[in-house]
């Protein structure tokens, strides 16, 4: 199959529709759900899926062998595809929190169904929490930044509430992030 130019949503949707047909249903999750929502603000170099029916990394490799992809590593990858597919988990969580409730972004390749805008937020901030990772701090800033008026505030707020530090250092990190979104959008974090 063809997938040049396409964006990573796009892709996205491709992907997602094949495994279904194939009786593996998926969500984009991690940073690759933020570039669903807001592709100016971050662009990841994945797309990161939850088998959502149940991890079968066999039958789930045997749909996208079928549309072009080949294993590399952990990855499958494509060659008219900036994105490799990475096979991430069965229920995708947001720090400790099982996220069993996704939107549907509709793309010109068909639906693809990932996070809630709010909960990569708060996915980007975990990583942030928990690894230090200042590029995923930024990541939530700028998508919260562009897109503050679509945001659900009490959704965003119980997204990042349920994020557990776990340590000072953590504890820290995390009212450091909350002080900068709300910043950007007011007491919502």
């Not at 990394?57 to 590593?73: I, T």
């Not at 494509?78 to 400790?96: G, K, N």
């Not at 700028?142 to 250092?169: P, Y």
């Not at 504890?171 to 919502?188: D, H, N, Q």
Request: hydrophobic fraction near 45%.
């Amino acid at each position: 199959m063809n997938l040049k130019g396409l964006t990573l949503a796009e892709i996205g949707a491709v992907v997602c529709r094949r495994l279904s047909d194939a009786g593996v249903e998926a969500v984009v999750v991690g940073g690759s759900s933020v570039t669903i929502h807001v592709p100016a603000v971050y662009t990841s170099n994945d797309i990161d899926l939850a088998l959502i029916s149940g991890f079968n990394r066999n039958k789930a490799a045997k749909a996208l062998k079928e549309l072009g992809f080949r294993e590399s590593g952990r990855d499958f990858v494509h060659p008219d595809s900036p994105y490799a597919i990475d096979l991430v988990a069965e229920i995708p969580y947001v720090d400790q929190r099982p996220i069993r409730d996704f939107c549907t972004v509709t793309t010109p390749a068909g639906p693809v169904r990932t996070y809630y805008l709010e909960d990569a937020i708060a996915d980007r901030i975990a990583a942030w929490v928990h690894w230090s990772d200042s590029q995923s701090l930024k990541v939530a800033e700028s998508a919260l930044a562009a897109s503050h008026e679509k945001i659900g505030g009490d959704r965003l707020s119980a997204a990042i509430a349920a994020i557990e530090a776990g340590d000072k250092r953590r504890e820290e990190r995390l009212r450091l992030a909350r002080s900068r979104l709300s910043k950007i959008v007011g007491s919502v974090v």
